[in-house]
């Protein structure tokens, strides 16, 4: 088996989220949690942020998984995602959320709550110098802009966009519904094809490509098709989008994740989210070549990753 870098993984837990496994069995019971079992939901923001990279890790082992890029989620700093990387330095892979996602006491619809483009470009310039972190995660957009044309999201981005620039970094936007209250509008894609032309030097990686919903994969496809510095991750997809994917832009800017998270990791049925992504993988492509390159070689040139094996250069 080849090697395989998962490049979306979210770390950092709480102990209401550890104990409510029993409740996320499958994917429509996490989409619902937050509304099923609002009070259970809710806990963490009262609560002590927990290290699980312990658990990360025993999952890893178990799905074969050699080495994760991971980033925070909501109510998990980028200094506490540093730390629990720090620790498996030879596995983990530290990136900056520098629009922290929203928690139910941190509304971004309180202006107090929005960052301003400067300030988010300040954070990722921290994460980066002071943290050792070699990009930016998923960015929760509606953070540092209400606006809804796309001219002006990407002028608002641009600050960031420019630090990416600068230190030759990729950033990974999120694509279709999260799970999380509000700002769907940013879910389809349609408007990073303004950002991407702008920073043609800085890979943009559209996450979960579309969530398995066809409008928004359809769109995932235009913004690459149109813009050869985006790139396509595959967790939360099917594989009859991932050979459409691998038809239209090819194999070189479509990458392995998993969205592996402290919620979703209780996801059982029909099937956990890691082996779900290996078999969308393997399912799209029976061509040992192309299944390398989305496992590893793409994640390896966009992380600067080198095999920790040493059997890839
Ligand atoms: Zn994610």
Known sequence: ??????????????PSIESAGQFLSTVPDVVAFRTRHRALYERFVHEEAADNGETLIADMNKFGIDRAIVQGRPGITNDFVARIAARYPDRLIPIAVPTPWPTPVDDPRDEEKMMSPKAVAGELERCISDLGMIGAGEIFVRRLTRTL???DIADDLAPMMDVLARRGMSV???TAWTQLPGGLFYGDPIWVDEVANRYPSVPIILTKMGRGIDHCFENCLAVAMRNENVHLEISGSSSAHARRALQTIGPTRLLFGTDWSPVWRFVRTPEPVVSKAIRIVEEATNDLDVRERLFSATAQILYGVSSFRGDVA
Do not use: A, Y
């Open 1 to 14: 088996m080849d090697m395989i870098i998962d490049s979306h993984v979210h770390v950092g837990t709480f």
């Open 149 to 151: 044309q796309p001219e």
């Open 172 to 174: 990974q936007i999120p």
